[in-house]
């Protein structure tokens, strides 16, 4: 009987635990101009749960790069945010996943580093997020030099890119 128990418990215990949030699909378009670059990120956010999870993800930005766009779908629509103060942001988020409202935040965390927060990431289901970039590109042994925000650890099954350099006479 004992025995019996222990599998019950087990069992439960691998059901409580969930999948982390999965980028499913990741493309970055940049945009040069004589000096400057502008990198516009699109990634697909997959939960792979049964149930609507929070989701999360975070990446770092090279000195010289800002952020000058973040957007999140609603109902199938690009929405822009607005930039905030930190403690505004996140208290406008957890106000509205309060009224079922689809919130996205994106916070500077600690140097040149950022989070995005989305809720809800619907049970087996995708959201969309855009992140722009630009920064100045700096001059290195006569070249100007490009440094792609690219924070990714786990493979990623739809990759794109596209870069543009607009050059001037």
Do not use: W
């Amino acid at each position: 009987m004992a025995v019996i128990f222990c599998l019950l418990v087990n069992t439960a215990k691998s059901q409580l635990r969930d999948e982390p949030v999965k980028i499913r699909a990741f493309s970055v378009d940049i945009k040069t101009s004589l000096f400057t670059a502008t990198t516009t990120i699109n990634i697909d956010l997959f939960n792979p749960n049964n149930k609507v999870l929070d989701g999360e993800y975070s990446f770092s930005l090279n000195a010289g790069q800002v952020i000058t766009g973040f957007a999140l779908d609603i109902h199938g629509n690009m929405r822009d945010g607005v930039m905030v103060n930190k403690q505004q942001g996140r208290v406008a988020y957890e106000n509205t996943i309060r009224r079922r409202i689809d919130p996205g935040l994106l916070e500077m965390t600690a140097g040149n580093n950022y989070r995005i927060r989305v809720y809800p990431m619907p049970a087996n289901g995708i959201r969309k997020i855009r992140i722009v970039i630009t920064e100045q590109l700096s001059i290195k042994n006569n070249f100007l030099v490009y440094a792609l925000p690219l924070d990714v650890k786990e493979p990623v099954s739809d990759f794109g890119l596209t870069i543009n350099v607009f050059q001037s006479q």
